[in-house]
């Protein structure tokens, strides 16, 4: 997953980058890059492995001059996880220095990577959307527009991009429009990102979501639409608005927030739990939906779980590497909240079931009466080939279980899920969509091995970091 942040046409580009990359440090924590150009196309970068906090102190910022930045925040979803796939990608070309910033999975990329490593291609990272670069760089069109279309002509899947060539930035949503991003006004300049709470951090105003197959540019400080991409259903992905978004941002013209808690209202309505005392969310992800809930059910609400906020996606406890110690490490009952009550829990999602079955053990040792689970969304049976960081088939709960089944494995009094119908709905539409981890109704084609060796994707290097 990523998260992607562009500036143009505002003085200190970079330091505004950060801020925003600040904002969407929940969309990527393994790495983080930003890559700057000054009036004269020249473009410096810094790109590491850690948080955005970690990665960009003053005195770097103060080596990423110009009015135009582009940063990302990644977590790997192809590739591995090491310095070599951190974005933005930045590379010289022939119409000067070009940088790119991808959210979302190409599911063609392998057989494109295949094809140009046999024309002699030489890739330096395992990511996918280093083939965009050698696709545009090696098209015969002789404009950068018409190069740029070329390459995206020939992939396939999720790719929401910020691209620059020189001092022109442009901004490309696929034709089914997976993933978000954002146009901002800042004064005379320009802001681009994947959630609007990036927006707000840097005291940009909402101009407009860019719509499926749409792609513009920012040109002398002027956006100009390029005529939209070659038209396809729209799929939207419904799981930003379940669990992937901030609830502070405003994500395919819908508040963040207003979905969740409309997908806890639905819930209450599909799945009641009679009888029980209190209601509480498994923070931070399902708050509103557990709000939901408890409105529609007429349930209290509670904070049942305190989320310690300082534990990160790469904390390490040496010797306390099971999955019991570090939900232990996240998430601490309110005993007195929970000991002798009939609870209901309201999480948005399980996936693996392994940090779920932990919770539940962790509530019922507080003391809890009956637990009562329920799911803010439908079983997932099916990895995201678009940029989720969802495991495989074989690792995901549901794929291999019925509900009852894993109830059991998690111990609790009952289990609810929303039905797919009753979670498209309450997102607000049955129609526009992906929600292929749940149905296993794939927009793109699938592509035939979706889980390569690492030699199978190129990568016979490792890279150490220090
Ligand atoms: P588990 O019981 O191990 O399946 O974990 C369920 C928890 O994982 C839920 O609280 C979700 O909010 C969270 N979750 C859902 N999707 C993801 C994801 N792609 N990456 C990390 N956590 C996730």
């Not at 330091?15 to 990359?21: A, D, F, K, N, Q």
């Not at 996240?330 to 009939?342: C, E, L, Q, S, T």
């Not at 091995?449 to 690492?454: A, N, V, Y």
């Amino acid at each position: 997953m990523c998260g992607i942040f562009g500036v143009v046409g505002v003085e200190q580009a970079a330091e505004l980058t950060y801020l925003g990359l600040y904002a969407l440090q929940h969309r990527g924590q393994e790495s983080a890059g930003i890559v700057s150009v000054d009036a004269d196309g020249h473009a410096s970068v810094r790109r590491d492995m850690g948080l955005v906090s970690e990665i960009f102190p003053p005195k770097v910022l103060r080596q990423l001059p110009g009015s135009i930045a582009i940063g990302h925040t990644r977590y790997s979803t192809t590739g591995s996880s090491v310095l070599a796939n951190a974005q933005p990608a930045v590379v010289n070309y022939h119409h000067g220095a070009l940088t790119l910033a991808h959210n979302g999975n190409l599911t063609n990329a392998q057989a494109l990577r295949d094809d140009l490593v046999r024309k002699g291609s030489i890739f330096q990272s395992s990511s996918d959307s280093e083939v965009l670069i050698h696709l545009i760089a090696r098209s015969e069109a002789r404009e950068p527009e018409d190069q740029i279309l070329d390459a995206l002509e020939r992939v396939e899947g999720a790719y929401t991009l910020l691209l620059s060539i020189g001092t022109t930035v442009y901004a490309i949503v696929d034709p089914r429009g997976f993933r978000p991003l954002v146009l901002g006004k800042l004064g005379d300049g320009w802001v681009l990102a994947s959630e609007t709470c990036a927006l707000d951090i840097v005291g940009a105003t909402r101009v407009r979501e860019l719509e499926p197959g749409e792609w513009l540019k920012i040109e002398d400080g002027k956006v100009v639409d390029l005529p939209p991409l070659k038209a396809r259903p729209h799929r939207r992905c419904v799981f930003e608005l379940i669990y992937f978004s901030r609830p502070d941002s405003t994500v395919f013209g819908q508040s963040v927030d207003r979905v969740r808690r409309e997908l806890g209202r639905q819930l209450a309505r599909e799945q009641p739990a009679p009888g029980a005392d209190c209601v509480f969310s498994v923070p931070d992800s399902s708050n509103a939906m557990a709000l939901g809930y408890a409105e529609e059910s007429g349930i209290a609400l509670e904070h049942g779980l305190i989320r310690n906020h300082y534990v990160g996606r790469t904390f390490i406890n040496p010797g306390q590497n099971s999955r019991t110690a570090k939900v232990r490490i996240k998430f601490n009952p309110v005993r007195d909240v929970i000991a002798g009550k009939r609870v209901v829990v309201v999480d948005d999602s399980i996936v693996r079931g392994t940090t779920s079955r932990s919770l539940m053990q962790m509530i019922r040792q507080a003391g809890a009466r009956e637990v009562h689970m329920r799911v803010a969304s439908h079983p997932i049976t099916g990895p995201c080939l678009y940029g989720i960081d969802t495991p495989r088939h074989d690792e995901l709960i549901a794929a291999t279980h019925s509900v009852e089944e894993i109830r059991q494995h998690l111990g609790v009094d009952s289990l609810g899920y929303l039905s797919l119908e009753g979670m498209l709905t309450a997102a607000g539409s049955t129609e526009r969509f992906c929600h292929a981890c749940f149905s296993g109704d794939y927009p793109t084609e699938v592509p035939q091995d979706q889980h390569k060796s690492r030699s199978a994707t190129g990568e016979h290097v490792t890279a150490l970091i220090d």
